[in-house]
């Protein structure tokens, strides 16, 4: 069987006491083993970034920018490889696969402008004689941790800042679908990247134990479910670390009685049932404002008779299974309990067969949802749409205030006052108007609120450079230039 090895120092690393499972998705068979990184293991990778530091941090910005250049050449031409390993062990179709690893590359192209983005300041003269300028140094070195539903992009998110501004990183992947992470450290690698500047070390609770309380971590990234989002950002920061700390969602998908019927319908589709619901920014409830719910309804139900769940390796496959047995059933008993709790189940996934032993399950639309049910108030983090009727914009607007996540949220309307309207109210990080997955692009940053992010900055773009850099202010005299030796020609200073 295949072992994934960690990546320290650009060495592949092997040997190990643990392992996990890595399976095939879409076939239910564990195709391969992942090592499980010990105390002594996580110690020796930082004690490689630690080391890579002074080296990485002196190395010049155009050279830095350099090797992103080169990442960004090879990922898009190895995009294929990566995209199979991607179907292979999360179970999206490949032409999600292909889609993470171009928003990812997102950053990498915006670390290629890294010159321009860790610029500081200058005054000049603030006192008779005296400037100050600021200057924005790295951190150290960073840790990433990272969640399985995003097992190329979100790792990009990070790292591509993180390293630009001169910082070193440990990234400790999803132990779910490991291999991509190796994969893109050994394309830096290639691309120039100096031994210990990025390494990759598998593991779970034991290893991530080890980065939350080692001195010689600085700064933690983090990507994942609420609860552990919240655990990393108090333990981190007890520790004294920067934390950012992103956790889960429950997106709302706003439509109002104005709304072009046809567009808000394929939408909610893709948005709700795309790479089968495991995205932090699928819509998971639909708000149905006033009197299109009934309608809407019937759109989205006779538009998901046609979508095809198979293999992620199939070309016709429109959604693949889903990451594990034991998260499918987990999902299926969100579907199970709805009409228990008073909701009407439109589309039972459950009752999809499929001629195969991985993680399906069919695509499910509930209706008549209120707060208070756990198909509502939990994140299911699968193929199951929620349809909440609102009467009012407002009613939709504190329904949508109210719950407890806040990462993205959409409006479909005609309408631009109201747009603008539920711009300003709404209390969300990301927001899209008749844009259902609103993820920002690379130039600017991603993040929610609520209990969708635990810290002050948002990830990747602008706010990654301050999270990923330390500010520092000179403050600078020069003797007085009538008192040197050279005739500097210059008045006499006040
Ligand atoms: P998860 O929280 O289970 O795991 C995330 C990471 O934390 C993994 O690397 C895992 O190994 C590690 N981890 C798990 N349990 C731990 C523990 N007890 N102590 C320390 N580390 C632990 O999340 P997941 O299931 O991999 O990913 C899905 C979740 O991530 C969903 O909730 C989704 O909404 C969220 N997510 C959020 C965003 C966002 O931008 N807000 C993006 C992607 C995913």
Known sequence: MQTI???INAQRVSEAERFGPVFNPATGEQEKQVVLASRARVDEA???????LPGWRATSLARRSGIFFKVREILNRRKPELAAILTSEHGKVLSDAEGEISR???????ATGLSHMLKGEHSEQVSGGIDVHSVRQ????????????????????MIGSALACGNTVLLKPSEKDPSSAVFIAEVFAEAGLPAGVLNVVHGDKEAVDVLLEHQDVKAVS??????????IYRRAADHGKRVQALGGAKNHMVVL????????????VSAAYGSAGERCMAVSVLVAVGNIADDLVAAIRSRMADLKIGPGTDPSSQMGPLITAEHRDRVASYVAGAEGEGASVVVDGR?????????????SLIDHVKPGMKVYDDEIFGPVLSVVRAETYSDAVRLVNENEFGNGVAIFTRDGGAARQFEFDVEAGMVGVNVPIPVPVGTFSFGGWKNSLFGDT?????DSIRFYTRGKVVTTRWPDPSTSVIDLGFPQVD
């Open 458 to 462: 948002h990830m990747y773009g602008p």
């Open 138 to 157: 790295p951190v150290g070195v960073v840790a990433c941790i990272t969640p399985f539903n995003f097992p190329a992009m979100v790792p990009l998110w």
């Open 257 to 268: 009685p104005d709304a072009d019927l046809d567009m808000a319908a394929d939408a909610a």
């Open 5 to 7: 090895p960690h990546f």
């Open 104 to 110: 990812g590359l997102e950053n990498i192209e915006f």
């Open 46 to 52: 930082i004690a490689a970034a630690k080391a890579a």
């Open 222 to 231: 983090f990507v994942g479910s609420t609860p552990i989002a919240q655990s």
């Open 351 to 363: 009752e999809q067969q499929f001629d195969s032993d991985g993680f399906f399950i069919g695509v």
